[in-house]
């Protein structure tokens, strides 16, 4: 069972002490982000997430930080994602979606803040963001399908969809030049305003995603409906941008 912390940051001086002893000069930063930075943790339900990077060859002798990745595990935090300052210039293309999640959400506690000065491209937002949620929504209509009899797989579906949909949204009110709210709720409802959905869909999605409601199938089947219908009115909407 997991022990997990009251507050994050208590753990973090051992957390850093950690990758310092295993990697010393080969570490060059940590970086905290995701829902304790955005003042979202709630203990039990959250992850805590960390970004870590290296200097090439401390990359290779990785497998060093399987043993505390393993013990943090058990205290709620989750495999760092650990990269080469190199690597994360060059994803700007490749990732911009996630490094301006990271940008907007992350606070340095050792070393350099190596996300500070990216810039990822509106071009490359734009395009990725058409991928990311084309891709979301025929996942979804195939999920649907596969999982729709069963309840339990269904709940779980839609709560990991509507975790994925946070920094896509970010992305698209990045592209909008409009406010981006950190709150998820706010947050939905933003975009919901911004690309004309129906705002009632979101309540009841953010209910199941909080773990505040537990509907029966038939529920579960009416919210998935309204659901897809939104998500397919938001991806026509990226289509005409």
Request: proline share 5%; glycine share 4%.
């Amino acid at each position: 069972m997991k022990k997990m912390p009251a507050t994050p940051e208590t753990i973090f001086a051992e957390y850093i002490n950690d990758w310092q002893t295993a990697f010393g000069s080969g570490l060059e930063a940590i970086i905290l982000y995701g829902s304790v930075v955005r003042g979202e943790y709630s203990g039990q339900s959250s992850d805590i997430n960390f970004l870590v990077i290296l200097k090439p060859e401390a990359m290779k002798k990785l497998r060093t930080a399987i043993p505390f990745t393993e013990k943090w595990r058990q205290h709620g935090v989750v495999a760092p994602l650990v990269l080469t300052r190199d690597f994360l210039r060059a994803s700007l293309d490749s990732f911009p979606i996630e490094i301006l999640s990271l940008q907007r959400h992350h606070r340095a506690l050792f070393g350099e803040d190596v996300l500070q000065d990216l810039a990822p491209s509106p071009q490359h937002v734009r395009l990725q963001l058409e991928r990311e949620i084309k891709g979301k929504l025929v996942h979804l209509w195939k999920g649907f399908l596969s999982v729709g009899a069963e309840r339990n797989a269904l709940h779980d579906l839609l709560v990991r969809s509507i975790s994925d949909l946070y920094a896509l949204f970010e992305a698209f009110l990045f592209l909008k030049n409009e406010e981006i709210p950190v709150k998820r709720k706010e947050l939905f409802q933003q975009v919901a305003r911004v690309a004309n959905l129906d705002e009632s869909f979101i309540a009841p999605l953010l209910r199941l995603h909080e773990h505040e409601s537990r509907p029966y199938r038939e529920e579960l089947w009416r919210l998935t409906e309204d659901y897809l219908v939104q998500i397919e009115k938001f991806s026509d909407y990226i289509d005409r941008m």
